[in-house]
């Protein structure tokens, strides 16, 4: 089996590549990622020398068409699972175009590419399947009370979230219209090792090791449910390995937490572990909140637990602490990725 796997050079992308690797030693992946702002190969050096024989990576853009083509043709492409995607709301609401460009045509590209390969005289090809990661933002926001769930109708609120409901509802046109073999899956905010930090936990893990204010939308009480990204990964490959095409699956990690309390418990944890007393609650300044932002994020996970035995492994606590520890022991990868010229330029526009 042929992978193409894209956006591996990111966060949730390279965890996925370590993950499925570790577990599927004899399956190959083919990786694809444009290597912009957010792709990092240095994401992806810990990988062994026997998965290393089952990793190609190819840098390519999944809007251009004949990189694409090409790539499938040479490496007769079985599935793709594309987690390649623009993610960050507040560089969306200022320049929504990559967004547009990347999120939808991209997956376009992908879906064309894929049904041209894969099916012919009315069959697809055995065994083929295009798996579309999502979020949870496409459903817009909640109230107090209520969850998402997979029949919650789309309503996104930033030209992000947009972009994504619109690339999954292009994926669910290709099965309604042609029967491809997709499906889509919507997670919760991930957090974990690798993740570029204009992100919440990463951004504000660098802010506060270098005694810098962490801005703080508005009153920080906007609600999020938290997700180990290790637990999306095996998500993920639990809805891959299914065979029921066309589902939805909503991921999330009933780990309902206001933002500002994330940031407290980050605080905590840091300067407990670095003994530095100028690691406090004193960094935190608030200021003018976002543009349309969403307060609450919650996902009803029941469809994927019922249906496939998934549920989350990672205690919410644990994981954040492992996530601190990883950016403790890998500051110089925090270092090179804060000092990078896209960081360097957009610094000050960067809020939690």
């Given at each position: 089996?042929?992978?193409?796997?894209?956006?591996?050079?990111?966060?949730?992308?390279?965890?996925?590549?370590?993950?499925y690797?570790s577990?599927?030693?004899?399956?190959?992946?083919?990786?694809?990622?444009?290597?912009?702002?957010a792709?990092n190969?240095?994401?992806?050096?810990?990988?062994?020398?026997e998965q290393?024989?089952?990793?190609?990576?190819?840098?390519?853009?999944?809007?251009?068409?004949?990189q694409?083509?090409?790539?499938?043709?040479?490496?007769?492409?079985?599935?793709?699972?594309n987690?390649?995607?623009?993610?960050?709301?507040d560089?969306?609401?200022?320049?929504?175009q990559?967004f547009?460009?990347?999120?939808?045509?991209?997956?376009h590209v992908?879906?064309?590419?894929a049904?041209?390969?894969?099916?012919?005289?009315?069959i697809?090809?055995?065994?083929?399947?295009?798996?579309?990661i999502?979020?949870?933002?496409?459903y817009g926001?909640?109230?107090?009370?209520?969850?998402f769930?997979?029949?919650?109708?789309?309503?996104?609120?930033?030209p992000?979230?947009?972009?994504?409901?619109?690339?999954?509802?292009?994926?669910?046109a290709?099965?309604?219209?042609?029967?491809?073999?997709?499906?889509i899956t919507?997670?919760?905010?991930?957090?974990?090792?690798?993740?570029f930090?204009?992100k919440?936990?990463?951004?504000?893990?660098?802010?506060?090791?270098?005694h810098?204010?962490?801005?703080?939308?508005?009153?920080?009480?906007?609600?999020?449910?938290?997700?180990?990204?290790?637990?999306h990964?095996?998500?993920?490959d639990?809805v891959?390995e299914?065979?029921?095409?066309?589902?939805?699956f909503?991921?999330?990690?009933?780990?309902?937490?206001?933002?500002?309390?994330?940031?407290?418990?980050?605080?905590?944890?840091?300067?407990?572990a670095?003994?530095d007393?100028?690691?406090?609650?004193?960094?935190?300044?608030?200021?003018?909140?976002r543009?349309?932002?969403?307060?609450?994020?919650?996902?009803?996970?029941?469809?994927?637990?019922?249906?496939?035995?998934?549920?989350?492994q990672?205690?919410?606590?644990?994981?954040?602490?492992?996530?601190?520890?990883?950016?403790?022991?890998?500051r110089?990868?925090?270092?090179?990725?804060?000092?990078?010229?896209?960081?360097?330029?957009?610094?000050?526009n960067?809020?939690?």
């Amino acid at each position: 089996m042929n992978i193409l796997v894209t956006g591996v050079a990111g966060f949730i992308g390279s965890n996925f590549v370590y993950y499925y690797l570790s577990k599927y030693p004899d399956r190959t992946i083919i990786g694809v990622d444009n290597l912009a702002y957010a792709g990092n190969l240095n994401n992806l050096s810990n990988l062994s020398n026997e998965q290393k024989k089952h990793f190609l990576f190819i840098k390519a853009d999944i809007t251009k068409k004949e990189q694409i083509r090409t790539i499938f043709k040479k490496h007769e492409i079985d599935c793709v699972i594309n987690i390649a995607a623009e993610t960050h709301v507040d560089r969306s609401i200022r320049d929504p175009q990559v967004f547009l460009k990347t999120n939808i045509l991209g997956t376009h590209v992908l879906l064309e590419t894929a049904k041209k390969s894969w099916y012919s005289s009315g069959i697809w090809q055995n065994g083929s399947k295009f798996l579309q990661i999502s979020t949870d933002e496409v459903y817009g926001s909640l109230g107090m009370t209520g969850l998402f769930s997979e029949t919650t109708a789309l309503d996104p609120h930033s030209p992000y979230s947009a972009s994504k409901a619109s690339a999954d509802l292009i994926v669910k046109a290709y099965h309604d219209t042609y029967g491809m073999p997709i499906n889509i899956t919507r997670c919760s905010n991930n957090f974990g090792p690798y993740q570029f930090p204009e992100k919440l936990i990463p951004l504000l893990i660098n802010n506060a090791l270098n005694h810098k204010k962490i801005p703080v939308y508005g009153d920080g009480r906007q609600i999020r449910d938290w997700l180990y990204v290790e637990d999306h990964c095996r998500a993920i490959d639990l809805v891959f390995e299914m065979v029921f095409s066309g589902e939805i699956f909503n991921i999330g990690g009933n780990n309902e937490i206001e933002n500002i309390e994330i940031i407290k418990k980050v605080l905590k944890l840091l300067n407990y572990a670095t003994h530095d007393s100028k690691i406090n609650e004193n960094l935190i300044a608030h200021v003018k909140d976002r543009p349309g932002h969403d307060h609450r994020y919650a996902i009803d996970a029941t469809k994927i637990t019922s249906t496939l035995g998934w549920k989350h492994q990672v205690p919410f606590e644990k994981g954040l602490e492992k996530t601190v520890i990883w950016y403790l022991e890998n500051r110089s990868w925090l270092e090179s990725v804060i000092s990078s010229e896209y960081m360097h330029f957009n610094e000050c526009n960067y809020k939690i």
